[in-house]
């Protein structure tokens, strides 16, 4: 997970630089091309979230009692990874963190979601909006460790509920991102 941070903190910085660059070449005509360029990116970020998670099969509710989101699923079904894309970063990371919700979330869905966020975090650095790295890092690292999690329970090799794995990958992708060691992270 080390390698993904300092790769993600990499692109992002990338990502700033080259925003600051475009921004200087168009200094005439700015705030307007900030404005826009922020909508548009918006709007690539909810068609992106939307089409990825369209591209996800329905799963019935589970017994956990978990609020999952419906989206494109009939009654009692739910869509995993408009759960963690399309709702609340908080309410993705409570999903994740769970003991309660084993086999509700697939490794391939947790992946799915951890590429798709991946990407459209690292091309929101640079723009003109309050786009907290902190709690994206936990997100991140947590569906990286549950689908770490899920595919470990999946084959048999460990028994464990799969949110201390997100717990644990959160935990490890803060370290990597603030540069702290993870006994003062956990």
């Known amino acids: 997970l080390g390698v993904i941070t300092s790769l993600h903190t990499r692109a992002m910085l990338g990502i700033a630089a080259w925003r600051q660059?475009?921004?200087a070449t168009l200094r005439r005509l700015q705030p307007c091309?900030?404005?826009?360029?922020?909508?548009?990116?918006?709007?690539f970020?909810?068609?992106?979230?939307?089409v990825v998670s369209l591209s996800d099969s329905c799963t019935k509710k589970g017994e956990s009692g978990l609020q999952y989101v419906t989206f494109n699923c009939d009654e009692g079904e739910y869509n995993t990874v408009a759960s963690l894309l399309v709702a609340t970063s908080h309410s993705s990371v409570k999903l994740l963190f769970s003991g309660i919700n084993a086999?509700?979330?697939?490794?391939g869905s947790s992946i799915l979601a951890f590429i798709t966020y991946f990407a459209l975090n690292v091309g929101l650095s640079g723009l003109p909006v309050p786009g907290g790295a902190f709690t994206a890092t936990m997100l991140l690292g947590g569906l990286f460790g549950r689908s770490v999690g899920e595919l470990c329970r999946d084959i048999g090799l460990v028994?464990?509920?799969s949110g201390v794995y997100a717990i644990v990958g959160s935990a490890a992708m803060l370290c990597g991102f603030k540069q702290m060691t993870l006994a003062s992270v956990l």
């Open 45 to 50: 970020c909810a068609l992106l979230s939307t």
């Open 159 to 161: 028994s464990t509920v």
């Open 21 to 23: 660059r475009v921004s």
């Open 33 to 43: 091309a900030r404005m826009m360029e922020t909508v548009l990116y918006a709007a």
């Open 103 to 107: 086999g509700e979330i697939s490794a």
